[in-house]
DNA sequence: GTCTATAGGCTGATAGAC
DNA sequence: GTCTATCAGCCTATAGAC
């Protein structure tokens, strides 16, 4: 039973979405307390400093969406079913889960995560919190591709991540080049065409140009 | 003949390099003008604000790399031999021309870009800077795609330069997976990997299955 | 656990000498 | 154009009353 302490869960929500809107740097500690309904020294009676809140926020959402991950990487991982199609699936499909169960807070979190991996200053959060999981899943990657380098497979593995992380950071530019009429939060729409994008991209990335190729 | 003025070019050499390392809000002033060796009060005197100076930066490369692009876009456009490979390249084969002449300061600003794009809080300063670029390439996309709906096809084209910024943003998460073997900045290695992902992952996304469609 | 007060330092921006 | 000095405000973090 993880956070029954009713303040310090309003400290990590305030921060999870201050932190997403405007980045890490941008927002102060009191606004986060401001925006919690707290008090300034409470920031630090629950985590040593704004560095470890922040490092709280990833963690604390982090396990769930990996074991999530986890389940449904369980299910194809090692049989002959498995495919580019699901393993781009077992990335995307917990993520929209959660997001439809759960609402904004995980649109925040992504919003967040969309950040923190862009920069080599959070590597090592990032590594931390999702490298295990995203090394399970290139593995198997590397199972059903047989005889592509292991470098090329990672890269291209990187680079489908990165389209994810595009999509969740929400950057508004979908609004922009549209003039208002398609939005970057509207995942319904945008979902579909990510798992495609990526799983062609892969696809193409590792010279299978058969689209019916595992 | 722009920036005359070696001091003023300094400044904007110094802003580039800091901000695309560690972030707009994460560098002070002061540090851009320790960098750029002068003193704090020129910043004022040239610039008239730490926001008009990110502007400033982004500006003095955007119309060189835009005309360049769109030099590229112009041997293609509306002839029938356009293609969804070539599309991609009007946006990478200028940028990468444009590393190898030039060297460190292309990778300093594209990866400043890749940070700028990825927020709301600067989809003003990209729009300005790239917005009529994109639109000429989404419009030639359409046109070689007849069918698709406009909408999927700016969905897709944004998750395709969503990928494409998350390379440039060279994270280390490449390299963190790889235990350093795969470095984010050989962008020799990456950028075939890079052109067929997006090419690939355009046409799946748009429903063009077989390889040899345009 | 909660709240107030404050330390000590850095920030963006400016005024004015040269 | 360059440089120094400084303002007013905000920052993270902590000490200590309750």
Redesign the interface.
């Known amino acids: 039973m993880p956070d029954t302490n009713a303040t310090r869960t309003r400290i990590l929500d305030a921060a999870e979405r201050l932190f997403a809107r ?2 890490y ?2 927002v102060s500690i009191r606004e986060i307390m401001r925006e919690a309904d707290t008090q300034l020294g409470l920031m630090s009676y629950y985590f040593a400093s704004k560095e470890a809140l922040l490092e709280a926020v990833v963690a604390r959402r982090s396990s769930h969406l990996n074991d999530r991950r986890c389940a449904c990487l369980a299910i194809i991982a090692g049989t002959a079913e498995s495919s580019i199609e699901q393993i781009v699936d077992v990335l995307l499909a917990p993520f929209f889960e959660l997001v439809s169960e759960e609402g904004e807070a995980w649109k925040s979190y992504a919003k967040l995560n ?2 923190l ?5 959070w ?1 090592g959060l ?2 931390e919190n999702f ?1 295990d999981m ?2 399970l899943l ?1 593995d198997e990657l590397e199972r059903i591709v047989p005889g592509v380098a ?3 497979i ?3 593995f ?6 994810m ?3 969740l ?10 003039n208002g ?2 939005l970057d939060e509207d995942f319904d ?2 979902r579909p ?2 798992g ?10 590792l ?1 299978l ?1 058969d ?1 019916n190729a595992r």
């Open positions: 405007s980045g740097d941008a969309a950040q991996a862009q920069s080599p200053r590597s990032i590594k490298d995203t090394t290139i292991r470098a090329d990672l890269r291209a990187v680079i489908a991540i990165g389209a992380l595009a999509v950071a929400t950057s508004g530019r979908m609004r922009s080049l549209s009429y398609v729409a945008i065409q990510l495609e994008f990526m799983s062609g991209g892969l696809r193409q990335a010279g140009s689209r």
